[in-house]
């Protein structure tokens, strides 16, 4: 399995960007996916959950309200719509596929920055 996540770059606070995370290797539909965040200096955060019959089962409280994930099993991709993007939301956005026990396969990262 091999993730490429993709769709980061600068932007200004209020814009919106989606993220994509291409997925290859075996059977996709099979994956829970998931969304991660790290900005510099913090932890790695989840910030939004999909399971692979594709119920959304978390988002963070940060992106709550501002933010869509979703997948499309027919083009082995997921995504991460966010809008009224903010400059607290610079990080690297990972994705990452499992299943229930946990995420087993990372993507590489992409860089989101927002600037005021």
């Known amino acids: 399995v091999q993730l490429q996540a993709s769709g980061g770059g600068s932007v200004q606070a209020g814009d919106s960007l989606r993220l994509s995370c291409a997925f290859s290797g075996r059977a996709f539909s099979t994956y829970h996916m998931g969304w991660f965040r790290q900005a510099p200096g913090k932890e790695r955060e989840s910030v939004a959950r999909?399971?692979?019959?594709?119920?959304?089962?978390y988002y963070s409280t940060s992106l709550k309200g501002r933010s869509t994930i979703s997948r499309d099993n027919a083009k082995n991709t997921m995504y991460l719509q966010m809008n009224s993007l903010k400059p607290e939301d610079t990080a690297v956005y990972y994705c990452?596929?499992?299943?229930?026990?946990?995420?087993?396969?990372w993507g590489q990262g992409t860089l989101v920055t927002v600037s005021s």
């Open positions: 990452a596929a499992g299943n229930v026990a946990g995420y087993n396969y």
């Open positions: 999909i399971t692979r019959y594709g119920v959304i089962e």
